[in-house]
């Protein structure tokens, strides 16, 4: 499976972004989905998770009441919306697949898309 993430940018604290990532390949379906990101000098974190067949979404305690995840099964895009964003949430952002896998199970992740930046002013 291919990713490829969009959206990111510079935003003000308190604004709202969203990210959206396209995959490709054979057998999307077969995927779980994940948003991830990582902060200068920290490690990478699982934010959100869900898979195309619909079900539970995961969502990181920290952001499980500002970031939304949904997805677009036709076009098989998964996107992440982020509001009441702060300073702290500046990260890399990445989507990534994991075959048949867990939700949060991070390690599992092992198909990855570019990352797109995301840096909130205060």
């Known amino acids: 499976v291919q990713l490829q993430a969009f959206g990111g940018g510079l935003v003000q604290a308190g604004g709202s972004l969203s990210l959206s990532c396209a995959a490709s390949g054979s057998d999307v379906s077969r995927y779980t989905m994940g948003w991830f990101r990582q902060a200068p000098g920290k490690e990478r974190e699982l934010l959100a998770a869900m898979r195309w067949s619909g079900g539970i979404t995961y969502y990181r305690d920290s952001v499980k009441d500002r970031f939304t995840m949904s997805r677009d099964n036709e076009k098989h895009t998964v996107d992440l919306h982020m509001n009441s964003l702060s300073p702290e949430d500046t990260a890399v952002y990445y989507c990534?697949?994991?075959?048949?896998?867990?939700?949060?199970?991070?390690?599992?992740?092992?198909?990855w898309g570019q990352g797109t930046l995301v840096t909130v002013s205060s």
């Open positions: 990534a697949a994991a075959r048949d896998g867990f939700l949060n199970y991070a390690r599992g992740y092992n198909y």
